[in-house]
């Protein structure tokens, strides 16, 4: 935006970050939800825009979905990418992987549960094991920033009120889920979240006829969908008079 209005004022469109969160209710399947919110931030070593990154989970089923989350933890294997079983490869580069780190050491300062993970994998490359933290509060740096690395925070909520305004507490804007079969909570958690995209019963879902892109923080302009066009197109008005019109 600086070098636009810098230059020729191009218009831009962005897509920023994202600290998505995913809400897990109690009528959920629990082995489809662990595998939502786990595959949510796991994908591509958390390295993603749209990471499910805070995790919301309904106290009644809290405790089977922490153990479902650990138990996937520890199976999930690190290593060379080009290796068919292995499910996680290095992180980007050396600031990257530096970074994730220290956010994760930021964690454990400030009093989140350390369920998983948190260290280096080897003393070679820029692998990190996957990491999930509990108790997790969103005044915790943990939960307010991107840490774009395979890094959950797990949070407890009871019920569907306190779960909206906990996961709109959050300057982006991004993504969000919600894993529900009760048709009201799904259509009122999605419409009270404020997030470009909300997937239902899903996670990472695109589509290039679904728009995408993001609310606050998250950035501005639509990518996919019949809304992308918008980006490039202007709007014109041609005004011409109508002499002797009984409407003039």
Known sequence: MMAAA?????????????????????DADVDEAAKFAFDGIFTSKGEICVASSRIYVQEGIYDKIVKKLIEKANAWVVGDPFDPQVNQGPQTDKNQFEKILSYIEHGKREGATLLTGGNRIGQKGYYIQPTIFADVKEDMIIAKEEIFGPVMSLMKFKTMEEAIKRANDTTYGLAAGVITKDLNVANTVSRSIRAGVVWMNCYLLLDVGCPYGGYKMSGFGRENGMDSFNEYLQTKSVVTPIHDSPWH
């Open 6 to 26: 810098a230059s020729n004022l191009k218009p831009v469109s962005l897509e920023l970050g994202g600290k998505s969160p995913l809400l897990i209710f109690d």
